[in-house]
């Protein structure tokens, strides 16, 4: 969704909701992204945190969870950090090009194994009452630099 144009966010989600009801869908989880919060200055964010919309990534995330939690059934969003696990490690393919890797080496990143995600997805979906909006990672930000130091490795 964050390569679709901004203009067509929300007739793409009125029809896929259009369809979801009509199949009787009573609840449904959307994977979104950290990015809905910008850099945040290097802030410790929550799923409290006010949302960003600078950045045109961030405004269609925003849409598009905003569309979805206009749903007529229970929808929930979890807001993932960067995924990592087999086959899917940011920047290795920079790495092993040579090339330099782009963002400032003292900025926070946050990451997530792809199965922790795909837990807090399934338990979000079956909990009875949590938060419209979660916030998942796995708890341990590191700069930058210290992450691709040890992809290079």
């Given amino acids: 969704p964050s390569a679709w144009p901004e203009a067509e966010v929300a007739p793409a989600f009125?029809?896929?909701?259009a369809l979801l009801a009509g199949?009787?869908?009573?609840?449904?989880?959307l994977a979104s992204s950290t990015a809905v919060y910008g850099d945040a200055d290097g802030a410790v964010v929550s799923?409290?945190?006010?949302l960003d919309e600078r950045s045109p990534r961030?405004?269609?995330?925003?849409?598009?969870?905003?569309?979805?939690?206009?749903?007529?059934?229970?929808?929930?969003?979890?807001r993932l950090a960067g995924l990592y696990g087999p086959g899917r490690l940011i920047g290795l393919d920079?790495?092993?090009?040579?090339?330099?890797?782009?963002?400032?080496?003292?900025?926070?990143?946050?990451?997530?194994h792809i199965e922790d995600a795909a837990r807090a997805m399934l338990a979000t979906a079956l909990a009875p009452a949590p938060l419209?909006?979660?916030?998942?990672?796995d708890g341990t930000p590191l700069r930058r630099r210290e992450y691709y130091a040890a992809l290079a490795t």
């Fill in 58 to 78: 961030s405004r269609r995330l925003v849409a598009i969870e905003r569309a979805w939690l206009g749903a007529d059934f229970d929808a929930r969003v979890v």
């Fill in 23 to 29: 199949l009787g869908v009573r609840r449904g989880v």
């Fill in 132 to 137: 419209r909006a979660a916030l998942i990672s």
């Fill in 47 to 50: 799923a409290d945190t006010p």
């Fill in 94 to 112: 920079s790495v092993r090009r040579g090339d330099a890797l782009p963002g400032d080496g003292d900025a926070w990143l946050n990451l997530l």
């Fill in 14 to 17: 009125a029809r896929l909701l």
